[in-house]
């Protein structure tokens, strides 16, 4: 088991940027895969950004790809979410999420445990 929390979300402008983070505990972090995932009213989740265990390698929603980076520090047990050049329609509760069994990481089915999610809303 993993604990999972969410930090570093607010109210911004659009163009503006962000820095979320997410904080393990309870587990020894780095041999799974982490991820972000993001949830508007309404709709339904859908995946963001994730990184493998040693973070060699990411992928992103062509959405977000070229604004947002994913990047994590296994030292301090934390995953990261650079989000650059913000729009309105970023606007949702972002979800960090830790992926350690089977199936596709772009997959929400996939993540075995969560955080408690942080809001991001961008103005325009």
């Known amino acids: 088991q993993v604990a999972l929390a969410e930090s570093g979300g607010g109210l911004v402008q659009a163009g503006d940027s962000l820095r979320l983070s997410c904080i393990a505990t309870?587990?020894?972090?780095?041999?799974?895969?982490m991820s972000w995932f993001r949830q508007a009213p309404g709709k339904e989740r859908e995946f963001v950004a994730t990184?493998?265990?040693?973070?060699?390698?990411?992928f992103y929603s062509d959405s977000v790809k070229g604004r947002f980076t994913i990047s994590r520090d296994n030292a301090r047990n934390a995953v990261y979410l650079q989000m650059n050049n913000l729009k309105s329609d970023d606007t949702a509760v972002y979800y960090c999420?830790?992926?350690?069994?089977?199936?596709?990481?772009?997959?929400?089915?996939?993540?075995?445990?969560w955080g408690q999610g942080t809001q991001v809303t961008v103005s325009s």
């Open positions: 999420g830790a992926e350690y069994g089977s199936g596709a990481p772009t997959d929400s089915t996939s993540v075995d445990s």
């Open positions: 990184i493998n265990w040693n973070g060699a390698s990411t």
């Open positions: 309870g587990r020894a972090f780095g041999s799974f895969r």
